[in-house]
């Protein structure tokens, strides 16, 4: 069983930095894809940040210049080094990865991490 889970989250202030981790554990045979994404309280998931099948890196605008998405496969990881928060990046903070377990013939599956919180405050 693929599981996904973040960690590096928290209580910062504003201009402050925090780089949040995903790890995928399990039969992983490789990670096709990496997104981060965040959830304000009432509103929708939105997408962040991601790293696409095809080795494309897509930001959101509000975060552009400031979060950089990477992935190490090596150790089954994505990571979401974020910059100069705001307020308005306090949010729940979730990983999405496209995990193939079977081999490369295995076109992969979407998992979901539980989430991070981070929270921007002076």
């Known amino acids: 069983q693929i599981q996904l889970t973040e960690t590096g989250g928290g209580l910062v202030r504003p201009g402050a930095s925090l780089t949040l981790v995903c790890r995928a554990s399990g039969p992983v045979f490789s990670i096709n894809a990496v997104g981060w994404y965040r959830q304000f309280p009432g509103k929708e998931r939105e997408l962040v940040a991601e790293i696409t099948t095809s080795g494309s890196y897509n930001y959101a605008d509000s975060v552009k210049g400031r979060f950089t998405i990477r992935r190490d496969g090596a150790v089954n990881k994505g990571f979401l080094q974020m910059d100069g928060l705001t307020a308005e990046d306090t949010a729940m903070y979730y990983c999405?990865?496209?995990?193939?377990?079977?081999?490369?013939?295995?076109?992969?599956?979407?998992?979901w991490g539980q989430g991070t919180q981070v929270t921007v405050s002076t």
């Open positions: 999405n990865m496209i995990v193939s377990e079977w081999g490369p013939h295995d076109p992969g599956r979407a998992y």
